[in-house]
């Protein structure tokens, strides 16, 4: 009796020592909450601009195209603090005006915040990531959900 006793214990406890580790907790954050199509409802910088646009997200692809200028920008997006940080790195690659097609690399170190279905995006500089969402810190964006 004894020896099947041990026996089990022992077997309960390799079964135990053979299970998988748990996965990871995913990061939730707002990524999935990017995605879809934004109308630009308000621009505001340095200058007196006023501009219309749209906002194309789909998966770390963004692009922003910009009416009266006949523009398109695109870039792709990176959460360098995490995904529920507020931070976002927007990685310019390609400047589209009418057919003429420019090649960039700037990054746009950025600030994000999504209030129901307003974007607030406060785009800053290679080197200097915005505080706040105020224009004195960067170029501020504010867009509306049309669909996901």
Same mark, same amino acid.
């Given at each position: 009796?004894?020896?099947?006793?041990?026996?089990?214990?022992? =077997?309960?406890?390799?079964?135990?020592?053979?299970?998988?580790?748990?996965?990871?907790?995913?990061?939730?954050g707002?990524? =999935?909450?990017?995605?879809g199509?934004?109308?630009?409802?308000?621009?505001?910088?340095?200058k007196?601009?006023?501009? =219309?646009? !749209?906002?194309?997200?789909?998966g770390?692809?963004?692009?922003?195209?910009?009416?009266?200028?006949? @523009?398109?920008?695109?870039?792709?997006?990176?959460?360098? @603090?995490?995904?529920?940080?507020?931070?976002?790195?927007?990685?310019?690659?390609?400047?589209?005006?009418a057919?003429?097609?420019?090649? !960039?690399?700037?990054?746009?170190? %950025?600030?994000?915040?999504?209030? =129901?279905?307003?974007?607030?995006?406060?785009?800053?500089?290679?080197?200097?990531?915005?505080?706040?969402?105020?224009?004195? %810190?960067?170029?501020?964006?504010?867009?509306?959900?049309? %669909?996901?």
């Amino acid at each position: 009796m004894r020896a099947v006793v041990l026996l089990a214990l022992m =077997g309960m406890t390799l079964s135990l020592s053979a299970a998988p580790a748990p996965l990871p907790r995913r990061e939730r954050g707002d990524r =999935g909450a990017l995605q879809g199509e934004w109308k630009l409802i308000q621009y505001r910088n340095d200058k007196a601009e006023a501009w =219309g646009g !749209m906002l194309s997200v789909r998966g770390d692809r963004l692009q922003i195209r910009i009416s009266e200028l006949k @523009m398109e920008l695109h870039a792709t997006v990176a959460f360098p @603090m995490g995904r529920t940080s507020q931070a976002i790195d927007v990685q310019f690659y390609l400047e589209r005006r009418a057919t003429v097609n420019v090649k !960039m690399d700037e990054v746009a170190l %950025s600030i994000y915040r999504i209030e =129901g279905d307003v974007l607030t995006l406060s785009m800053g500089d290679r080197r200097n990531r915005p505080g706040d969402f105020n224009r004195g %810190s960067g170029e501020v964006w504010v867009f509306r959900r049309l %669909s996901r």
